[in-house]
């Protein structure tokens, strides 16, 4: 019957393709965010960090040497921070054949061209302020350049843009600064201290192998900070049987690699 049908669509988590559709593709490139549009997938996750220069960056270890060929580009520059490097040195670099030959030359994006390529496919973001400890002021910047590139005007605010950190006061600091933004907290606040983050977080997001059902029912008996229900996304799921299993706990999102995969097994195909 189309009523059981669905209810059942009701209560699919949304899949998000963790660093793009990274199983498939190099994470954080713009091949990650093509192939997650590929293959249907409407949500990306991705993190930003801070160059020499202060130019904002997607990349996900605070150093460049696993995805990229710094290694060998720059001997001797050990250990490769992004921090130590300006962004033209960056994009110099190969961020894609550590993954597979095919993928050489794809560069590490600069958060203007991630953007670019997020809104070209009409995909939603899931951004990731990474390690903000070691770029004071970043979410400024980051806020700046999303309002700059149009995300922060009506349209774009909760719909297509959920902005997430493991810091508690990075997450502060975004609501603080944009009090529309849907804001997340990456990690799992004692269930008492929920109540403090519904006040700037809309989402509480942990790892999969902490979620209960307990936890979920204590984080959905409140609301965000946007008065709406307090969410859980939780990361980082690869198989289709533990996907299945956090969407009959009832999580709101799956944060995962294999997004396609992920997305059928949830929707029972
Ligand atoms: O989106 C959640 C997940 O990305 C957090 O872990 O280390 O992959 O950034 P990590
Ligand atoms: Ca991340």
Do not use: C
């Not at 960056?90 to 590490?108: N, T």
């Not at 959905?220 to 049987?241: I, M, Q, S, Y």
């Amino acid at each position: 019957p189309i009523a059981t049908a669905e209810a059942s669509a009701a209560r699919q988590p949304t899949t998000v393709a963790h660093r793009g559709a990274s199983a498939y593709t190099p994470e954080n490139t713009l091949a990650a965010v093509d192939e997650a549009h590929k293959r249907g997938i409407t949500w990306v996750e991705n993190d930003v960090q801070r160059t020499k220069d202060g130019r904002l960056v997607v990349m996900h270890d605070t150093t460049l040497n696993r995805t990229t060929d710094a290694e060998q580009v720059y001997p001797g520059r050990s250990p490769w921070k992004i921090s130590d490097f300006t962004l033209a040195q960056i994009q110099r670099l190969d961020a894609g054949s550590w993954f597979a030959p095919e993928y050489r030359g794809q560069r590490v994006p600069t958060l203007k061209q991630y953007l670019a390529a997020v809104d070209r496919n009409k995909q939603n973001l899931m951004l990731e302020i990474k390690a903000p400890e070691l770029y004071p002021g970043i979410e400024k910047e980051i806020l700046a350049e999303l309002r700059k590139e149009g995300w922060l005007s009506a349209g774009h605010l909760a719909r297509r843009l959920i902005v997430q950190s493991f810091s508690t006061s990075s997450v502060k600091a975004v609501h603080r600064q944009a009090p529309g933004l849907k804001t997340a907290f990456l990690g799992m606040p004692k269930t008492g201290d929920l109540p403090d983050y519904a006040k700037f977080t809309d989402q509480i997001n942990p790892s999969h192998k902490s979620v209960t059902a307990d936890y979920l029912a204590a984080v959905h008996r409140l609301k965000g900070a946007h008065d709406r229900k307090l969410e859980l996304f939780t990361w980082t799921v690869n198989d289709g049987p533990t996907a299945v299993r956090l969407a009959k706990l009832g999580v709101d999102g799956i944060i995962t690699n294999t997004p396609d995969v992920v997305r059928d097994a949830v929707a029972g195909k």
